[in-house]
């Protein structure tokens, strides 16, 4: 029998379902408790519980209300693409190839008739999760600390400076428009 403490990896063998109540980082198959993740096994002995406690990390998953970091990808005339990179606040990036959709509607508080004089392809935007459970996710940036924190001259490919509400090239002092975050050009990238 398999004790607490003792180092697992997916598919071990950790007891029967007449010894223990399978919980957290294992599965059942033929009566038989499996590890799902590599980790250590904690056995509660009072609950006739067993469970997993993972050693590695997992990505982070997209939930509801979280604040993600993203690129766009794509600009549409009723939605913005954009690939998220991180979840505010979490040092790991999330699973590759996780899409969200900044509707027309979604961008400011205020009527948007172009969608992109807000977004262009590569601005990096920070925008909150309005439903994680679409594909793509649903994002808005309505509130002041959301939208593009970091954009590139359409015509040098600088990184943009802020002056007042627009964006300007300190090379060739090009201005442009955008969704622009209270977080513009702070840093938390």
């Given at each position: 029998?398999?004790?607490?403490?003792?180092?697992?990896?997916?598919?071990?063998?950790?007891?029967?379902?007449?010894?223990?109540?399978?919980?957290?980082?294992?599965?059942?198959?033929?009566?038989?408790?499996?590890?799902?993740?590599?980790?250590?096994?904690?056995?509660?002995?009072?609950?006739?519980?067993?469970?997993?406690?993972?050693?590695?990390?997992?990505?982070?998953?997209?939930?509801?209300?979280?604040?993600?970091?993203?690129?766009?990808?794509?600009?549409?005339?009723?939605?913005?693409?954009?690939?998220?990179?991180?979840?505010?606040?979490?040092?790991?990036?999330?699973?590759k190839n996780i899409v969200g959709?900044?509707?027309?509607?979604?961008?400011?508080?205020?009527?948007?008739?172009?969608?992109?004089?807000?977004?262009?392809?590569?601005?990096?935007?920070?925008?909150?999760?309005?439903?994680?459970?679409?594909?793509?996710?649903?994002?808005?940036?309505?509130?002041?600390?959301?939208?593009?924190?970091?954009?590139?001259?359409?015509?040098?490919?600088?990184?943009?400076?802020?002056?007042?509400?627009?964006?300007?090239?300190?090379?060739?002092?090009?201005?442009?428009?955008?969704?622009?975050?209270?977080?513009?050009?702070?840093?938390?990238?």
């Amino acid at each position: 029998m398999i004790k607490s403490g003792e180092f697992v990896v997916p598919g071990q063998e950790l007891g029967t379902c007449e010894e223990f109540i399978p919980d957290e980082g294992t599965y059942e198959e033929n009566g038989k408790i499996y590890a799902s993740t590599t980790g250590i096994v904690e056995v509660d002995l009072k609950e006739k519980r067993i469970k997993v406690r993972p050693k590695t990390s997992t990505p982070p998953l997209p939930k509801a209300g979280d604040i993600v970091i993203g690129r766009i990808i794509d600009v549409k005339p009723q939605f913005a693409l954009v690939d998220i990179i991180r979840i505010k606040g979490i040092d790991r990036a999330v699973a590759k190839n996780i899409v969200g959709s900044i509707h027309i509607s979604q961008t400011r508080i205020s009527y948007v008739e172009d969608l992109s004089k807000e977004f262009r392809i590569d601005d990096i935007v920070c925008a909150k999760i309005t439903n994680p459970n679409t594909t793509p996710i649903f994002l808005s940036t309505k509130e002041k600390n959301l939208g593009v924190i970091k954009a590139y001259c359409g015509h040098c490919n600088l990184p943009l400076v802020r002056v007042n509400n627009k964006l300007k090239c300190p090379e060739c002092g090009r201005i442009e428009l955008r969704k622009i975050s209270s977080e513009y050009g702070k840093g938390i990238i």
